[in-house]
């Protein structure tokens, strides 16, 4: 596995004016995303040549990452999604659902699993079963973002975008009660926001 960056944390730059009710901060710029995400297809790119190679994403928050991520890949791929929605609304977890099933063939393939954020794992603990069960050659996992310390299954991405403190962030595909996920750069939602879970910092 190759580490995650750090996330050069309070670099990010102002919030824009339209979001400073809603956002204490930017985390991550656009710049810096775009420096990563180039990093990531590099890396990708090296692992997947010469391989079958499938790319499974899970809706709805790895929109643009993936968009930014294959656009790069320079290789022949065939592309697919998962939806998994966790019932519970806001920032608390509830029962994981699928909402869309694969509906390419995996077998034998090179698949790389994409997801937006890698927290305490359980989604991809389960959706990694439901791959591993359709008998792929391999499976490598690419996240954006890794909560590391809020882990609680034993999962752990190949690639990963900048490793985070327990914030709840949005933006660049990633959403809270599915608002913000068109921003350009990824930011911390404000605890007045988002009630429970915040930021888990006091500094918002
Ligand atoms: P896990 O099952 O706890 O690893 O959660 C993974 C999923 O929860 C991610 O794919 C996200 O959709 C969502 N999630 C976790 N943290 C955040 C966050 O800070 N902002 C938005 N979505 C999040
Ligand atoms: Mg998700």
Redesign the pocket.
Known sequence: MKKARNVPLGRGGAVPVRWRGDLGRVLISERQIARRVRQLSAEIQKDFEGREMVVVS?LS?TVMFLADLIRRLSLPMRLDFIG?S?YGAG?T?GE?VFTKELRLDVRDRDVLLV????????????VLAKLRALKPRRIKVC?L?D?AA????P?QADYAGFEIPD????GYG???GERYRNLPFIGV?KKKVSGERGAGNSEL
């Open positions: 899970l928050g998994v966790s920032t977890p994981l997801d937006d954020i890698l927290d305490t794992g359980r989604t991809l603990t389960k996240v973002l909560k809020r882990r609680v299954e999962v914030y709840f962030v949005v990633m959403d809270f939602l």
